[in-house]
C-alpha cells in the first residue's frame, strides 16, 4: 500500500489518489509464497524452535554415541556388554563439576552400562515412531484425500474402520501385533503405521470435504483438469497445515504407544531394548537404583514433548488466526 | 429420533461382530500356543499338551472356534452367557464378571472426571487467552500428553502412595509448606479470575490468607487422620453450593430460578440431617452391604426428584433453567454429603488400616470390616490409578475445549450478544458454552477407547485383576477366550459411550433433529 | 423532536496493531446522528466505517487503540468501565448486523434472545417480557410470532432472521441504532422490505439511525445526510440531495459515477457492447432439469424445465434471487453438477452426452469467472501459473510460449506483467479478479460462463473490472452467460435478459423488454425493488413500488407500534 503522507514518494495525479485497487507494490522484489510465510513464523516461534533443536539433539546423540548397526560411534562401551558393578551402578554423571565419567547414566543390576542401554532404546524408539509417522502419514493422507474427494466407498470404508478403532482401542491392537511381530523391530514398525492412520485420515477428508466446494477447485474442474491433478495440485497442498501438524502428532503418539507396548512386554524384546521395556524391567527400582527409572522416562518425556512443541509452532504457523493478539 | 438411534444400534452391532472376527484371527495368529509346553521337560508334557489342546479346542479349524464362541456369546440374549473357557480350562464368563466391574468403575470414574476437569480448563485458559493461567496450562496440558502413563503411574506409586503413607502417621505440615501451598494455589486463581490488577491482588490475598488459616487449622487438630465435618460444614458447604449454581446459571436477579436453587439447597441440608444417622449406623455384616447400598442410591434418587420438583414448581416462566439448576445441585449436595460420611469414617479406617493409600489391588484382599470401612478401601483403592488415567486424558480435553471456544469466541452471535449488553460471565456460560461443547461430544467416543487402552496400562501397574489383566495374560498366552472376553466388555461399554455421546450432542445442537 | 445528537463522534481516532505494524483505521472523524434522523456513513472496504460504529458500543478488540471521543447519552464511551458500558450497549445503542444468518445464537430459541436484552437491562422479565418479545416480532412483520419465538435461528430464513435481528435491536427502545450494512446479504426484494421497516422506526419512534453501507441505492432510499468516508476520513458531507446529486469531492464524484444506473444502459461506464449479428448459436438449453437428492425425501428439483440460448458474441443475463436456480444453472453448464434431464448444446454439441477426451474439448471452448475472487484462485499457485492452467491441462504450447501468453493476457486485463510471480494473497480484490477474467479467457473460449463477477466487489473497483469486461467481450467476441442478482448491472451490458424464481423462467426477452416494459408480476417487484443513487428518483420509484404492492394486494412492511403500546 502507497502511504500517501510519505514526502518521498511523488504526488501521484488527484484522479489515482483516490482510487481503492492498490498499485502492486513494486519496491520489493521478493514475492512470499504460502510455504515461506509458513516457514517464517514457525522459525519465530521460540518454543517450536528450542524444542527442534532439542529433537535434533537427542537423534544426533542417540545415533552417534553408540553407532547404528554396522557404524560404530564415538562411546566405547555397547548396550550388551556386563562388567564390574561400581559403586552399586551409580551414574559418574555430574554437571558441576561437569564430567562425563565411566558410565554417566550408571550402570543397571548386571553391570551394562547404561547409557548405551538408554541410546539404543532411544534409537529403536526413534525409528520406531518416525516410521509409523511416515507410513501412517502417507496412508491417513492418501485415504483420507481420496474418501473425501471421490466419496463414495472409499469414505464409508473409511468411516466403518474407524468405528472399528473406537470398539478396538489402538493400544489392544498394536499389543497383539507386538505379540506378533515383537522380535522384529522394522516389522512392528510398519504394523503399528497401518493401524495408526486412521485419526489423520478422517482429519484430512474433513478438510478436503471443505476444500472441493471452494471455488477454485470448480474452476479447475471446469477448466477440465483430471481429478487426480486437482487432488495432487489445488486440494493437498491446501490441506498441507492439518496433515504436517497431525503428522507430528502421530509421531508423539507412535513414541507413548511402542513404549507402552513394550511397558506390557508385548513390544520390542530383550536382548534388544526399548525405552519402555526399560522402564517396565526396572519399575521396581525407584527406591534402589532411581536412575535406572528416570533415564528412559525423562527421555520419552523429552522426545514426545519436543515433538508435541513442533507440531504446535507449524500449527500457529500455518494457521495464525489462533496465535495472532 | 427413535429410527435414528435404531439404525445407530443396528451400525454398532454389525461393526461389533466384525471387531471381535478381527481380533479373534489377530489373536489366535499371534504366537503358539502351546509354547512353553513344548519347551519343558516335564515328563507330563504329552498329557498337558493334550489338555490345553483340548480347553482351546485347537484341533477345530478356526473358523468353527469363532462360531463356538459366538454362539456363546449369543447365549447371552437368552441369559446363558458363554464366553468359553481359558487355555486351563476355567470359564471365561465368571472371570469377566469379577474383573469387569472394577475396571469400569475406573474408566468411567476417569472419563467423567477428566471431562469435567478438562473442559473447565478449557474454557477459562481460552477466556483468559494468552495470560499466564493460559500458559501454565497449555504448558500442563502437553506435559501430561507427552507424558508415558505407566511412567507417571509408576511416579505417583512412589510418592503419593508409599511416602505419602510414611508421611501420614505423625506427619506435620510445616510452615513453609502452608505458605508455599498458599502463596501457589493464591496465583492460580488469581490468575484464572483474571480482572484489574487490583482485583487480581485481592482475589490473591484472600486465597492465601484462607488457604493458610484453613491449613494451619488442618494441621493443628490434625484434620488428615481425624477430619472433623458433620453437619455444620455440610450446611455452609451446600449454601456456597447454591450461590454458585445461581451465579453460574442465571444470577441473582431472576428470582424464580434463585427460589428453586434455594429450596432444593433447602431440601438438601434437612433430607441430610434426618438421614445422616441411618447413613452413619455401623454395618459389620456383608449381607446387609446391599441394603446400605441401595438407601444410598434411594436418596440420590429422591434428591434429584424433588430437585426436579422444585424447579417445575418454582421455576415459573424460567422452568427450565430452574430445572437444570436445581438438579445440579442436588447432584453436588449428594457428592458433598457422601463425602462427609467418607471423611466421618476416616479416622476408623485408619485405626484398621494405617497405610490409606494402596498401591497394589482394586481392593484389600480378605477384608473384613464395616460397610463404610469398604466403602473407604474400593475409593483409596480407586484414586491412584484414577489419577493416572485422568491426568493423560484432561490434557486433550484441554486443548480441544480451549480451541473450540476460542473459535465460538470469535463467532457473530457472541458479538451480538455483547452488543446487547449481557456480562462476560452470561456470555460465556449462556451464549459460548454450549456451542463449544458441541464438538467436543464427538471426541468423547475416540478419547474413551484410548482411556481403554490407558486401562489396561494402569491395571498392570497396580495390580489389578481386571479386564487389562484379562487381555494381558490372554494374550500373552496365545489365549483367545479371555482375550475376547476383555474386548466384549469394553467395547459394548464403548458403543454404548458413542451412542450416549450421539444423543448428547443432539440435546446440544437442535440443528440436529430438524 | 430535540435536536441533541444521540450518538456522536468527535475527533475519533484509531489505530490497529498488527503483525505488519500500526494501521491507522479513522483519522480524527466528526459525525452526529440526531433523533429520528438517518445518517449513512458510505464508504468502500477498508474505509473504516464498520470501525466508527463499533466504538459506538466499545466492541474493538484489544489491539486497537482509541482517542478522541464517542458519545452516547451524554457519556464518553470511552471513559466508561465494564458495568456502565454494558448498561450503555442495547439499552441506549443497538446495532444491526450485517450477517443474518451468524449473528444469532444456533442454539438459544429466538425468543429467549429476545427477553435476554429486556431482563439484562430491567425492561421487562419472565412472562412480561416473553409476551414483548413475541409483540415484538410481530412489530417488525413477522407472522405466527407466537410459534416462531419459540423456534431455533435455523428454522426462518435470512429475511426472518434478519427482522429478529432488528426486534432485537428495539427490544430496550435504544435511543439510536447503528445498522451496519443491514441488508448487504438480503435479496433484493427483501432488501426493500426491511428498508421499510428501519424507515418507519425513525417516523414511528423517533430513533436515530447510523446507517452503515456501501451501496449508494440504499443510502438514497433512506438517508437524510450522508458522510462519505475514504482511508479514515470523511471527505465529503452533507443531505443526501447535496452528496448523492451534486457531489464535490473528486472521490465521491468517481465514487458515485461507477455505480451502475438501473435504466441507463449499455455505456455507463464509456465502453457499449456491440449488438449482436451472428444468428448461430453457442449455447442452446433445451428443457434443462437439475435435482438434488435428499435422504429420506423425494429430490429436489432446482431446475425446472429451462430453455434458452445465447447466441455467438451475445451477452445474456441470467437473473434471478437465491434460490432461483440460476448459479445451479451455470455450474451444471460446466460439468461441476450432472443434469437430471434435457440437453445442452455448447456450439452444437451435446455437452450432457460427452465423455472423456470429446468432453475435455468441449471445456476448453467454454471459460468461467466466479464471484468471490478471494476464493476462486488457489492461494498456493502464483499468478502466472494460475493463468497458465488452462494450458497446462490441455497441453498447449510450450513454456515460453506459455509465458508469453500469460502476458498478452496481464495486458489485456491491465495488470504489470510483474504480477507474474506474485501469490493472490499480495493482490487486492479487483486485481484477483482481473487475474480469474485473464484465466478464462486464457483458451480463447467462445462461451464465457460468469457467475455474479462483479459481486463480491467495491464500487468503485466493480466499474472498472464491467468496464475492461466489455471491452474484452467486443475484442474477442465471446458469447456470455452472465449470472447476476444485481439488476442495474445487467442492465449495462446484456442483450438479452433471463428471470428465474424457484428454478423456473419467469421471463425471457431483449434488455428493453425484461427491464424497461416488464408486464411479469415477479420482474416487475424485482425491478420497483432495486434502488436508485439518486434521492428524488428513488423517493418515486418507493412511491412507485408501494402502489405496485397495493396492486398486487400487499402491504408495505412497517413498525407497527399498535403492538408495542399495549
Known amino acids: 500500500m502507497s502511504d500517501n503522507t510519505n514526502p518521498t514518494q511523488p504526488v501521484q495525479p488527484e484522479a489515482d489518489q483516490y482510487s481503492v485497487e492498490d498499485v502492486i507494490d513494486q519496491t520489493t522484489d521478493k514475492s512470499y509464497s504460502q510455504g515461506q510465510l509458513v516457514l517464517r513464523r514457525f522459525l519465530r516461534h521460540k518454543a517450536a524452535m528450542v524444542a527442534l533443536i532439542t529433537l535434533i539433539l537427542i537423534i544426533i546423540l542417540a545415533f552417534t554415541s553408540i553407532g547404528y548397526g554396522p557404524i560404530p560411534g564415538w562411546w566405547d562401551k555397547d548396550y550388551l556388554t556386563t562388567s564390574t558393578v561400581q559403586n552399586g551402578g551409580a551414574p559418574t554423571l555430574s554437571l558441576w563439576p561437569f564430567q562425563i565419567g565411566e558410565h554417566p547414566f550408571g550402570q543397571d543390576t548386571i553391570g551394562k552400562d547404561y547409557f548405551a542401554m538408554v541410546m539404543r532404546g532411544t534409537q529403536v524408539s526413534l525409528f520406531i515412531a518416525f516410521t509409523v509417522g511416515i507410513i501412517a502419514t502417507f496412508l491417513g493422507t492418501a485415504i483420507g484425500a481420496i474418501a473425501g474427494y471421490y466419496r463414495g466407498i472409499t469414505e464409508s470404508l473409511l468411516m466403518r474402520v474407524t468405528d472399528l478403532f473406537i470398539i478396538i482401542p489402538a493400544l489392544v491392537l498394536a499389543a497383539v501385533f507386538g505379540r506378533t511381530f515383537g522380535s522384529n523391530v522394522p516389522m512392528l514398525a510398519v504394523m503399528l503405521g497401518v493401524i495408526s492412520w486412521t485419526g489423520l485420515a478422517r482429519l484430512v477428508r474433513g478438510e478436503v470435504l471443505s476444500l472441493r466446494e471452494r471455488e477454485f477447485v470448480a474452476a479447475a474442474r471446469a477448466i477440465g483438469t483430471p481429478s487426480p491433478t486437482i487432488i495432487r495440485r489445488h486440494v493437498l497442498p491446501n490441506a498441507l497445515g492439518t496433515i504436517v501438524v497431525n503428522a507430528t502428532l502421530l509421531i508423539s503418539s507412535a513414541i507413548l504407544t511402542e513404549t507402552a507396548i513394550s511397558f506390557l512386554g508385548f513390544g520390542v524384546r530383550a536382548p534388544d531394548t526399548s525405552l519402555g521395556l526399560l522402564i517396565q524391567t526396572y519399575q521396581n527400582a525407584l527406591t534402589t537404583r532411581p536412575w535406572l527409572f528416570w533415564w528412559p522416562g525423562i527421555f520419552i518425556l523429552g522426545i514426545a514433548l519436543c515433538v508435541n512443541f513442533i507440531g504446535d509452532g507449524l500449527r500457529d504457523a500455518f494457521d495464525p488466526r489462533q496465535s495472532m493478539d | ?514 | 423532536m430535540t435536536s441533541e445528537a444521540v450518538l456522536q463522534f468527535k475527533d475519533l481516532d484509531v489505530k490497529f496493531k498488527t503483525e505488519f505494524g500500526r494501521v491507522h483505521a479513522v483519522k480524527g472523524l466528526n459525525l452526529e446522528v440526531r433523533p429520528g434522523e438517518v445518517v449513512a456513513l458510505v464508504g468502500e472496504s477498508g474505509s473504516g466505517k464498520s470501525v466508527t460504529a463499533t466504538t459506538a458500543l466499545g466492541l474493538l478488540p484489544g489491539n486497537a487503540s482509541i482517542g478522541g471521543e464517542t458519545i452516547v447519552a451524554q457519556q464518553s464511551i470511552t471513559k466508561l468501565n465494564g458495568k456502565q458500558l454494558r448498561n450503555i450497549r442495547g439499552n441506549h445503542v443497538a446495532m444491526v448486523f450485517q450477517e443474518p444468518m451468524t449473528a444469532l445464537n444456533p442454539v438459544i430459541r429466538v425468543g429467549e434472545q429476545l427477553t435476554e436484552a429486556m431482563e439484562v437491562h430491567g425492561v421487562a422479565f419472565g412472562r412480561e417480557a416473553w409476551g414483548r418479545a413475541v409483540d415484538l416480532l410481530e412489530a417488525v412483520g413477522i407472522p405466527n410470532a407466537e410459534r416462531r419465538a419459540k423456534q431455533f435461528p435455523h428454522e426462518l430464513s435470512g429475511g426472518m432472521r434478519q427482522r429478529v435481528v432488528i426486534a432485537m435491536a428495539l427490544s430496550c427502545d435504544p435511543s439510536v441504532i447503528i445498522a451496519d450494512e443491514p441488508t448487504t446479504a438480503l435479496d433484493v426484494t427483501v432488501q426493500a422490505d426491511i428498508l421499510d421497516l428501519l424507515r418507519s422506526l425513525k417516523d414511528k419512534l423517533n430513533t436515530g439511525i447510523l446507517l452503515i453501507t456501501h451501496n449508494m441505492g440504499v443510502v438514497a432510499d433512506m438517508a437524510d445526510r450522508v458522510a462519505v468516508m475514504f482511508k479514515g476520513d470523511i471527505v465529503e458531507h452533507g443531505t443526501s440531495e447535496e452528496v448523492l446529486l451534486n457531489p464535490q469531492h473528486p472521490y465521491t464524484k468517481r465514487l458515485l459515477d461507477a455505480v451502475p444506473h438501473l435504466g441507463d444502459g449499455h455505456g455507463q461506464f464509456g465502453e457499449a457492447v456491440n449488438p449482436v449479428t451472428s444468428e448461430e448459436h453457442a449455447l442452446d438449453v433445451k428443457n434443462f432439469v437439475i435435482e438434488y437428492k435428499r435422504q429420506g425425501k423425494k429430490p429436489f428439483r432446482a431446475v425446472d424445465d429451462v430453455s434458452f440460448d445465447v447466441r455467438r458474441g451475445e451477452i445474456v443475463g441470467l437473473v434471478g434471487e437465491s434460490g432461483s436456480g440460476k448459479s445451479t444453472i451455470g455450474r451444471a453448464l460446466l460439468g461441476l453438477i450432472p443434469a437430471h434431464s434435457g440437453e445442452v448444446r455448447v456450439l452444437g454439441e451435446d455437452l450432457t452426452q460427452l465423455r472423456g477426451s470429446a468432453l475435455k474439448k468441449l471445456r476448453r471452448r467454454i471459460g468461467v469467472i466466479f464471484q468471490d475472487p478471494a476464493a476462486s484462485l488457489n492461494p498456493r499457485l502464483p499468478v502466472g501459473d494460475v493463468i497458465a492452467e488452462p494450458l497446462d491441462v490441455h497441453r498447449i504450447g510450450t513454456s515460453a510460449e506459455r509465458k508469453n501468453r500469460v502476458h498478452e493476457l496481464l495486458d489485456a486485463v491491465r495488470l504489470p506483467r510483474s504480477a507474474y510471480n506474485r501469490y493472490p494473497h499480495e493482490l487486492s480484490g479487483g486485481q484477483r479478479q482481473r487475474v480469474s477474467i485473464a484465466r478464462a479467457l486464457t483458451l480463447n473460449p467462445d462461451l464465457l460462463v460468469a457467475d455474479e463477477p462483479t459481486s463480491a466487489l467495491d464500487v468503485s473497483v466493480k466499474a472498472s473490472v464491467l468496464e475492461m469486461f466489455t471491452e474484452l467481450q467486443k475484442e474477442f467476441g465471446f458469447a456470455c452467460l452472465f449470472i447476476s442478482h444485481d439488476l442495474a448491472v445487467i442492465d449495462s451490458l446484456a442483450h438479452r435478459v433471463v428471470v428465474m424464481q424457484y428454478g423456473k423462467i419467469v421471463e425471457r426477452g431483449t434488455r428493453e423488454e425484461v427491464l424497461l416494459h416488464s408486464s411479469e408480476e415477479y420482474t416487475r417487484r424485482l425491478l420497483a425493488a432495486a434502488p436508485v443513487p439518486d434521492p428524488i428518483e428513488q423517493a418515486q420509484r418507493r412511491a412507485d413500488r408501494h402502489a405496485l404492492l397495493a396492486e398486487f394486494g400487499e402491504q408495505v412492511v412497517e413498525l407497527d407500534t399498535r403492538e408495542l403500546d399495549q
Open chain 2, 1 to 514: 429420533m427413535f429410527k435414528y438411534i435404531a439404525k445407530r444400534i443396528g451400525q454398532s452391532a454389525l461393526i461389533l461382530l466384525l471387531g471381535s472376527l478381527l481380533l479373534y484371527v489377530l489373536v489366535i495368529n499371534a504366537g503358539d500356543p502351546l509354547e512353553d509346553l513344548r519347551e519343558s521337560n516335564d515328563p507330563n508334557r504329552e498329557n498337558l499338551i493334550r489338555q490345553r489342546s483340548a480347553n482351546m479346542g485347537l484341533d477345530l479349524p478356526w473358523y468353527v472356534r469363532y462360531l463356538t464362541w459366538l454362539r456363546g456369546v449369543g447365549g447371552c440374549f437368552v441369559g446363558r452367557c458363554d464366553l468359553g473357557t481359558s487355555r486351563d480350562g476355567q470359564a471365561v464368563t465368571g472371570l469377566v464378571a469379577q474383573a469387569a466391574g472394577a475396571t469400569l468403575r475406573l474408566v468411567i470414574i476417569a472419563t467423567i472426571a477428566a471431562i469435567v476437569i478438562g473442559i473447565t480448563l478449557g474454557i477459562v485458559s481460552a477466556v483468559r487467552q494468552y495470560s499466564a493461567f493460559d500458559y501454565g496450562v497449555t504448558l500442563m496440558a502437553f506435559v501430561f500428553f507427552s507424558l508415558p502413563v505407566f511412567w507417571f503411574a509408576v511416579l505417583l506409586k512412589h510418592y503419593a502412595a508409599i511416602q505419602f503413607n510414611d508421611w501420614l502417621p505423625n506427619g506435620r505440615i510445616s510452615l513453609p509448606t502452608i505458605l508455599i501451598t498458599a502463596g501457589i494455589l493464591g496465583l492460580i486463581l488469581a490468575a484464572a479470575l483474571g480482572g484489574s490488577w487490583r482485583r487480581r491482588l485481592v482475589t490473591f490475598a484472600v486465597m492465601f490468607v484462607s488457604v493458610t488459616g484453613i491449613l494451619f487449622y488442618m494441621d493443628q487438630v490434625e484434620w488428615l487422620r481425624r477430619p472433623a465435618v458433620g453437619l455444620p460444614v455440610y450446611i455452609l458447604a451446600v449454601i456456597g453450593l447454591g450461590i454458585l449454581v445461581i451465579v453460574m446459571t442465571s444470577g441473582f436477579q431472576n428470582p424464580r430460578v434463585r427460589n428453586a436453587v434455594g429450596a432444593t439447597a433447602l431440601i438438601a441440608i434437612i433430607g441430610y440431617a434426618v438421614v445422616r444417622p441411618t447413613l452413619m449406623t455401623e454395618r459389620t455384616d456383608p449381607e446387609t452391604f446391599s441394603t446400605a447400598n441401595w438407601i444410598l442410591f434411594g436418596c440420590l434418587f429422591a434428591a434429584v426428584l424433588l430437585a426436579i420438583l422444585a424447579g417445575q414448581l418454582l421455576g415459573g416462566f424460567s422452568r427450565r433453567q430452574a430445572t437444570s439448576a436445581s438438579v445440579t445441585t442436588a447432584l453436588f449436595a449428594s457428592v458433598l454429603a457422601f463425602t462427609d460420611l467418607m471423611l466421618s469414617h476416616w479416622s476408623g479406617y485408619l485405626a484398621v488400616m494405617p497405610r490409606p493409600i494402596p498401591t497394589i489391588a482394586a481392593e484389600t484382599p480378605n477384608f473384613y470390616s464395616t460397610y463404610w470401612n469398604h466403602m473407604i478401601d474400593t475409593a483409596t483403592h480407586l484414586i491412584l490409578p484414577t489419577v493416572a488415567l485422568t491426568a493423560i486424558s484432561i490434557a486433550a480435553y484441554t486443548r480441544y475445549t480451549r480451541a473450540s471456544m476460542l473459535d465460538v469466541l470469535n463467532q457473530d452471535y457472541i458479538r451480538t450478544a455483547r452488543s446487547k449488553g449481557i456480562a462476560e460471565r452470561k456470555v460465556i456460560t449462556r451464549h459460548a458454552l454450549r456451542n463449544s461443547l458441541i464438538p467436543i461430544a464427538t471426541i468423547v467416543a475416540f478419547d474413551f477407547a484410548g482411556l481403554i487402552g490407558g486401562a489396561v496400562i494402569t491395571e498392570t501397574v497396580f495390580g489389578w485383576q481386571g479386564m487389562g489383566d484379562l487381555f494381558r495374560v490372554g494374550l500373552n498366552n496365545v489365549d483367545p477366550a479371555p482375550v475376547m472376553g476383555f474386548f466384549l466388555v469394553t467395547a459394548t461399554a464403548a458403543v454404548l459411550m458413542n451412542l450416549l455421546a450421539d444423543l448428547v450432542y443432539a440435546i446440544l445442537d437442535p440443528r440436529i433433529t430438524g
